[in-house]
């Protein structure tokens, strides 16, 4: 009899054993100590995405230091926070935004602050060119004269390259860093209404449209 309430109770210690070794600790766990803050690193799931909206980028700001606050800066582009900690954002951007941006996570607490960027592209959506608008500061000018019209020509498509032409007679010179414009001027007996073309094109074709200059 003495036999089997050893063994009753060997086996009720033995429970009581393993069923403290899985219980969970409910106990306070203490925060991470407060020390200088560091950067580990800056993560993106990828870094090109296409401008409108749609792409994302999904970007994470790995840091260290205890009591951490996570402050996100961009010039051109929408951040979204993804976590209560502001550590994890997405990255977006319309089309005014396409090329190389800059994105740089600030990690501070009461111990100072530190921070890490990384870059995220955006490239554009090829699509078929097509002109919105050609437009100029004059609808004349003097022949023979110094007098010259600045002519831009608005078009979207992506990827664009411009080409300009005059029909008839007058000088044209394009705008080096800008080729979307161009002066238009026009020689002594060079009279009458003149046209002036653009031509955009990538590789999913090309088009074309036209505005019309007074000389006199």
Not at 48 to 56: A, F
Not at 75 to 91: A, C, M, Q, T, W
Not at 102 to 127: H, Q
Request: proline share 3%.
């Amino acid at each position: 009899m003495k036999l089997k309430q050893i063994l009753l109770n060997l086996q009720i210690i033995l429970f009581m054993v393993i069923l403290s070794g899985c219980q969970k600790n409910d106990g306070p766990t203490g925060n991470e100590p407060e020390t200088a803050p560091s950067i580990k690193s800056i993560d993106a799931n990828k870094t090109q995405i296409l401008y409108g909206g749609m792409d994302e980028a999904i970007i994470t700001c790995n840091a260290s230091g205890g009591n951490l606050k996570f402050v996100w800066q961009v010039d051109l582009g929408d951040l979204v926070p993804l976590n209560n900690e502001r550590s994890k954002v997405s990255y977006t951007g319309a089309a005014c935004c396409v090329g190389d941006k800059i994105i740089t996570c600030t990690v501070s607490n009461s111990k100072g602050s530190v921070s890490k960027s990384i870059t995220v592209t955006i490239l554009e959506v090829i699509k078929q060119p097509e002109i919105i608008t050609i437009e100029s500061d004059k609808t004349e000018i003097q022949s023979g004269s110094a007098e010259k019209a600045n002519i831009v020509c608005y078009a979207i498509g992506g990827n664009l390259k411009y080409a300009w032409k005059v029909v008839d007679c007058g000088d044209i010179t394009v705008n080096e860093s800008d080729n979307t414009k161009i002066t238009y001027s026009a020689p002594q007996n060079c009279v009458g209404t003149k046209t002036i073309k653009c031509t955009v094109s990538n590789e999913k074709g090309s088009f074309s449209d036209s505005i019309q200059m007074t000389v006199k």
